[in-house]
Structures are given as structure tokens and as C-alpha cells.
């Protein structure tokens, strides 16, 4: 029975292969329903390489990684901006981090504005169903009102007389 690998931090080597192949995907601009076949595609990349030293990482693994990273990244930033005046050392995992969660956050952007756009479009095309809808019940309600005193409707261009009974009783005599 061998025993189960013993569990291991990221090193920041690691983490640097990783934001690089990441910054070379970008799976977050991927479309929907495709971007986890990018991360798989990372996975698979970082696996294959020798220096990575993690054969079993996936798709499922590089996704969480990079979200935890973009998350310690996020929350360093609010802090260093609390701190005035204070100059730091850029190293190339927060660079890599700055220029991808900038990427990041203007795909976002863009995904909800182009949500935002398909919501005013489908309200729009609403609106215009309901003003065809009502002036079609109008008209419908014109054509029920618009009939002459001879009983004579006149719609449809055809001519349809009402007939009393008197009248039906008298054409049946007569045939």
C-alpha cells in the first residue's frame, strides 16, 4: 500500500509558470462554455513541463491556483494603497498579476456591457410587440364598433347583411 503524496505549497516558481501561461491564454476571454477547455489546455501545458514538477495538475487546480492568487493580489493592493508614499519593489509575479487582472477585469467589463446591451435590445423589441399588440386590439375594436344601420358591416371589403327574421321567412315562402 504506498501512501498518498503528501500535500505541498506553490512555490513562487510555480506560481510565475503558471501566471505566464496564463497572461499567453487568457482563458477568462474565452467563451462561455469554453473556458475551462482553456484552463485544461494550461493544465496540460504546466504539466508537460519539467520545471513545473506537478505531473497530476488540471484544469480544475490551475483555475483555483490563479483565482487564489488574483484574490492575494487584489487584497495586497488595498492594503499597499493605504500606506502613503511607501515605494515597492515590483517582482515579475505582481507584474504578471497587474497586466492579467487588468485584462481580466476589462473582459468583465465588456461581458456585462454586452449583457446590459442584450437586456435594452430584448426590452426594446418587447415594447414594440406590445405597441403592435395594442394597436391591433384597437383596430379589432373599430371593426366591431363600425357597422352601418342597415346592419352592413365593413370590414374585410366584403359586404355581409344582416338578414331578420322576417325577411328569411319570407324568401323561404316564395321558393
Known amino acids: 500500500m504506498s501512501t498518498p503524496p503528501k500535500r505541498r505549497n506553490f512555490t513562487e516558481e510555480e506560481d510565475i509558470l503558471l501566471l505566464r501561461q496564463v497572461s499567453a491564454d487568457m482563458p477568462f476571454l474565452a467563451r462561455r462554455g469554453l473556458i475551462m477547455d482553456k484552463w485544461a489546455a494550461i493544465a496540460e501545458t504546466l504539466a508537460a513541463n519539467e520545471a513545473f514538477g506537478r505531473p497530476d495538475f488540471d484544469a480544475k487546480k490551475a483555475n483555483n491556483r490563479f483565482i487564489a492568487l488574483a484574490e492575494a493580489h487584489r487584497k495586497s493592493n488595498r492594503v499597499s494603497a493605504r500606506a502613503s508614499g ?21 473582459a468583465k467589463e465588456e461581458e456585462s456591457q454586452r449583457i446590459a446591451d442584450a437586456k ?25 364598433h363600425d357597422v352601418d344601420d342597415d346592419g352592413a358591416s365593413r370590414s374585410g371589403g366584403s359586404t355581409m347583411l344582416k338578414c331578420d327574421d322576417d325577411d328569411a321567412r319570407a324568401s323561404s315562402i316564395r321558393t
Open 120 to 144: 435594452k435590445t430584448q426590452e426594446h423589441n418587447d415594447n414594440l410587440g406590445s405597441v403592435v399588440r395594442e394597436e391591433a386590439m384597437q383596430s379589432l375594436g373599430k371593426r366591431k
Open 86 to 106: 511607501i515605494s515597492e519593489d515590483v517582482g515579475e509575479k505582481v507584474a504578471l498579476l497587474d497586466d492579467i487582472l487588468s485584462a481580466h477585469d476589462d
